[in-house]
């Protein structure tokens, strides 16, 4: 049993506890905020993939209408969780099933009152709410229950409801609209196990109780929230649960990752898999950046899935990972429409996905002295993005072999990701080679540099990758092969063969240090702290062309580490840890995804503590309420999932060195010193394989 528990009621941790008691199934993610709680609280309905944009702001994903509103009185009093005749307060999160709950009792004169609502997003079905309400007292007590779904919705860009519908009967509420732009009907349907009066007034229905004492009055409430041509299940609560406890427990038996030794360590990382697995996509929809906690970075996909959580679903739930490449196969053609915008040839995949369409905007940051938007070059200089999605791609294929994907799609995805890196580059006839200018690298302190390591070595694998596996899905399908061929610029291949062997690798200096970026070493050498006692507000935004870290070397995340961990083999183990040493002094740690990349370099180069410490800080971001909250004046809080996914990769493939040659697993353990031991299964392409790994040992 993992179950993670806060007593006592904080005002001030209301949107925090939001994200740190966030349940979800993959398609709808719900905050983990109370039942009388409404859009000032950031209550939200958050549903994966649908996106609506209004005039002249952001494009978002939608929260839904809320059916889980339930406030409770006893006479004028309302029992709530923030007034003053709380006597205990308690919420709690079961890791193992995704049922939240929340037990208050409050006192009404001599007599006492206890609410306890569980919830849970069905993992069976994903349109399906499920909530169940149990009110008892001491004394006889007259009480009110006033039930919704809420039609007031939290957002951060809205409105992107039109045409607003409420209606009620006996036994059900339902709220419907469509959205904005894309005029996508949305419903949310209610049913309630006792019979409600409906109210126009408000919205509501209210249910009388006579409570006598020491009798509990049940209410289980069944919601569906249908998106366009979702079909709804209607179930009782109790048949709702048991298909629901069923699917979790079928993941997590092949999720689970036990280790010895070390509570803390377990837990953070149970938390940790417990977020990837809200998350697990139902459909060919991917993992948005802050998951399904809300609206922030639009609710956009980035290299964030490809990079940090694919490996766990491909290890876990391949059908999953099969959904998130998917997506990205099925977006190829948004992929290449961007590169022709820009003047190149192959596929330039967003920055920030929205269904394929770029969200990112031309000022992604607004300047917290000015209030003026800030231009920012990410949607138009991150190219290593095209990069990180042919690698998941030939990440899976070689996992799975999955022939059928790579002729439905995979090949061509991977081909013209390469293609759009040649197309890119400039043949610099004085050095004769090819160069890769004017990028951003992960580091996003550094905005239009040339020859970031990250991005060249990046785009060199998957080149050479890519036109090796075009060589074998010749032979083995030449027909097949051919026709895809036939669709794709002419010579790509030949093409890609002759770039990469040209295309500039920046190599370690004479120290091991990998240069992240052409000028790199000239910039100021000043310490992160000694940055951060420059900033004149704490949320100023560090990079841009103003930024404090601009014209330092200090970086916001790992970038040239990043090569290593994508590319183990590449460098010899002195090299990363060279690197290791240099960069990691003058890394922020700005991004969610830094410490874990760290992490993993670190298990590599033998620093064990320091993996240690940044697989924790990693695995209990969202326990913690950690991560950045602004980016200037731009809201990016949330949870964190990459970083899940990070933690995951440390403890698997870091601490119990899981690697695959191909499909062929071995493991090479290198735990820390207080985790005595760990065993987890890992889905080879064919089979599940079990691993256990101790101290210096391996099985
Ligand atoms: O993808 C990341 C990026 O690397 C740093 N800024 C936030 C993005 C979303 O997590």
């Given at each position: 049993m993992k179950i993670l528990t806060d007593s006592g009621f904080d005002n001030s941790k209301i949107v925090e506890f939001g994200n740190k008691y966030l349940t979800g199934n993959g398609y709808l993610g719900c905050r983990g905020t109370l039942d009388e709680f409404k859009k000032t609280e950031c209550v939200g309905i958050n549903v994966a993939g649908v996106y609506d944009g209004v005039a002249g702001k952001w494009r978002e994903n939608i929260n839904a209408f809320n059916p889980l509103y339930l406030a409770l009185f006893c006479g004028e009093s309302a029992l709530d969780a923030r007034g003053e005749n709380v006597l205990s307060h308690e919420v709690s999160l079961d890791l193992y099933s995704g049922i939240f709950t929340r037990k208050t009792v409050f006192g009404v004169g001599e007599a006492e009152v206890t609410l306890i609502s569980s919830r849970f997003l069905s993992s069976a079905h994903r349109t399906q709410i499920c909530s169940r309400t149990c009110i008892s007292a001491n004394a006889d007590l007259q009480l009110l229950l006033k039930v919704a779904v809420d039609p007031d919705v939290w957002e951060l860009n809205g409105p992107h409801y039109k045409g607003v519908n409420c209606e009620c009967g006996e036994n059900f509420m339902r709220v419907s609209a469509r959205t904005q732009e894309a005029d996508i009907p949305v419903s949310v349907e209610c049913r309630y196990s006792t019979p409600i009066n409906a109210v126009s007034s408000d919205f509501s229905g209210e249910i009388n109780l006579s409570l006598y004492a020491g009798e509990t009055f049940t209410l289980d409430r069944v919601a569906n929230v249908v998106v366009g041509g979702d079909s709804p299940v209607w179930q009782s609560y109790d048949e709702a649960l048991g298909e629901h406890l069923a699917a979790w427990r079928a993941m997590w038996d092949k999720c689970g990752v036990e280790t010895e030794g070390d509570e803390r360590a377990d837990f953070a990382l149970a938390y940790s898999i417990y977020h990837l697995l809200i998350l697990a996509p139902k459909g060919e929809y991917s993992i948005a950046?802050?998951?399904?906690?809300?609206?922030?970075?639009?609710?956009a996909v980035f290299w964030d899935t490809e990079i940090f959580m694919l490996p766990f679903y491909l290890a876990t739930l391949p059908e999953c990972a099969k959904n998130l490449v998917e997506y990205r196969i099925k977006t190829l053609p948004e992929a290449v429409k961007k590169a022709e915008h820009y003047g190149y040839g192959g596929a330039f995949y967003a920055w920030e996905s929205q269904n394929g369409a770029?969200?990112?905007?031309?000022?992604?940051v607004t300047d917290v002295f000015t209030h003026r938007p800030v231009r920012t070059y990410f949607k138009d200089k991150q190219v290593h993005i095209s990069a990180d999605v042919a690698y998941a791609v030939l990440l899976y294929y070689s996992r799975t072999g999955d022939d059928e994907l790579m002729l439905g799609g995979g090949l061509e995805t991977v081909l013209m990701c390469a293609e759009f890196g040649r197309t890119y580059s400039y043949y610099n006839h004085i050095k004769k080679r090819y160069e890769i200018l004017d990028v951003i690298g992960?580091?996003?302190?550094?905005?239009?540099?040339?020859?970031?390591a990250f991005t060249n070595y990046a785009f060199y694998k998957i080149a050479t990758e890519g036109v090796a596996c075009a060589e074998r899905l010749k032979n083995k399908f030449p027909r097949e092969y051919a026709a895809i061929i036939a669709r794709l610029p002419e010579n790509i291949v030949e093409n890609l063969r002759g770039w990469a062997e040209k295309l500039y690798l920046p190599a370690p200096n004479k120290d091991g240090v990998i240069e992240q970026f052409d000028g790199y070493f000239s910039l100021e050498d000043i310490s992160v702290d000694g940055v951060r006692a420059r900033l004149v507000n704490p949320r100023e935004y560090w990079g841009g062309s103003g930024g404090v870290a601009t014209a330092t070397r200090v970086i916001k995340q790992a970038d040239v580490i990043m090569i290593f961990n994508l590319f183990?083999?590449?460098?010899?183990l002195g090299i990363q840890r060279a690197n290791y040493e240099f960069y990691e002094k003058y890394t922020e740690h700005g991004s969610s995804l830094s410490r874990c990349s760290y992490a993993l370099t670190a298990c590599r180069t033998g620093k064990s503590a320091g993996a240690y410490a940044d697989f924790l800080s990693s695995a209990e971001i969202d326990l913690n309420g950690?991560?950045?909250?602004?980016a200037g004046e731009v809201y990016i809080g949330g949870t964190h999932p990459a970083a899940s996914g990070g933690a995951w990769l440390t403890a698997v493939t870091g601490f119990g060195g899981l690697s695959f040659e191909g499909s062929v697993p071995k493991v090479s353990p290198r735990l820390p010193e207080n985790i005595k031991g760990m065993r987890f299964k890992a889905y080879d392409g064919k089979n599940y394989r079990d691993f256990s790994v101790t101290q210096g040992e391996k099985k």
């Open positions: 950046a802050r998951g399904l906690s809300g609206q922030t970075y639009k609710g770029d969200a990112c905007t031309d000022f992604n992960p580091d996003e302190y550094h905005e239009r540099v040339n020859n970031n183990p083999d590449l460098f010899p950690g991560g950045k909250q602004w």
